[in-house]
């Protein structure tokens, strides 16, 4: 029995281990797919359900400013 491969798009990256002071280390694979380079700054969302997801500020920004401005649309 093989293992079933993720859909398009999806990733597992991996585990990491969180630092003394809070740190993680984004894995390689992630930040190339993803294009962090260092520098670049994130935000960090949580829900206290379902967890922790990191975004590019960037892509925060244009997604506040769609709801901002009524361009979003679920």
């Given at each position: 029995?093989?293992?079933?491969?993720?859909?398009?798009?999806?990733?597992?990256?991996?585990?990491?281990?969180?630092?003394?002071?809070?740190?993680?280390?984004?894995p390689?694979?992630?930040?190339?797919?993803?294009?962090?380079?260092?520098?670049?700054?994130?935000?960090?969302?949580?829900?206290?359900?379902?967890?922790?997801?990191?975004?590019?500020?960037?892509?925060?920004l244009?997604f506040?400013?769609?709801?901002?401005?009524?361009?979003?649309?679920?």
């Amino acid at each position: 029995m093989g293992m079933a491969l993720p859909p398009k798009g999806k990733h597992l990256f991996g585990m990491v281990t969180v630092g003394d002071k809070g740190q993680i280390v984004i894995p390689a694979k992630a930040r190339k797919i993803f294009e962090i380079s260092p520098g670049d700054q994130l935000v960090v969302l949580g829900d206290e359900r379902q967890g922790l997801a990191i975004m590019k500020s960037e892509s925060f920004l244009a997604f506040a400013d769609a709801v901002r401005n009524g361009k979003y649309v679920e």
